[in-house]
């Protein structure tokens, strides 16, 4: 059972921004910084953001990550429809690494 | 370019045994712990089992403790879960990832039936 929450579904048109929002505690974000996965259907998850708001190299700047005490959000600026797919958050909890409930993003 | 490529896997009977093996490519293995993650068909992320680099730190998730050994082979840039005593509850796609969760392998199906 996760330890961090997220809605279950998000969804926006192309061109809009959309936030998806990370529900932890004091032990896992309120401690340790947040990670940020994409899921595309069928494919291995993909890190968009590490230390809460940092970007790999190659990931578009469209995405942002924050974390405010015990929460943390994505957003995606400038909806796609490629960036339709299933996101997760992540955060080290003393010594387990726990993922969130994922929310699946709809490009209407 | 950093390939991370899963084998092992396959169908095994509830209190079995399979080993997983993570070929690693690409970077400096013996520098970058190692983590294994799996992903329960139509749920979320699951993670299992961490190794650091020089293999001091290891680390498992309540739901594999006791079952599962995860190893590395720095020579062979290789990592590796020994899991045994299998559950149906197992059955899962793994994928094994680089330190970070910066590189991914593309997962492969273990199924306990």
């Known amino acids: 059972q996760s330890v961090l929450t997220q809605p279950p579904s998000a969804s926006g048109t192309p061109g809009q921004g959309v936030t998806i929002s990370c529900s932890g505690g004091?032990?896992?974000?309120?401690?340790?910084?947040v990670y940020w996965f994409q899921q595309l259907p069928g494919m291995a998850p993909k890190l968009l953001i590490f230390?809460?708001?940092q970007r790999p190299s190659g990931v578009p700047d469209r995405f942002s990550g924050s974390k405010s005490v015990t929460s943390a959000s994505l957003t995606i600026s400038g909806l796609r429809s490629e960036d339709e797919a299933t996101y997760f958050c992540g955060a080290w909890d003393d010594t387990d690494f726990v993922f969130g409930t994922g929310t699946t993003l709809t490009v209407l | 370019e950093v390939h991370l490529v899963e084998s092992g896997g396959g169908l095994v009977q509830p209190g079995g045994s399979l080993r997983l093996s993570c070929a690693a490519s690409g970077f400096e293995f013996r520098t970058y712990s190692m983590t294994w993650v799996r992903q329960a068909p139509g749920t979320g992320l699951e993670w299992i089992s961490y190794i650091n680099s020089g293999a001091t730190s290891i680390l498992y998730a309540d739901s594999v403790r006791g079952r599962f050994t995860i190893a590395r082979d720095n020579a062979k840039n290789s990592l590796s879960l020994q899991m045994n005593n299998l559950r149906v509850e197992d059955t899962a796609v793994y994928y094994c990832?680089?330190?970070?969760?910066?590189?991914w392998g593309q997962g492969i199906l273990v199924t306990v039936s």
């Open positions: 004091f032990s896992n974000i309120g401690r340790n910084h």
């Open positions: 230390r809460s708001d």
């Open positions: 990832a680089k330190s970070g969760f910066d590189y």
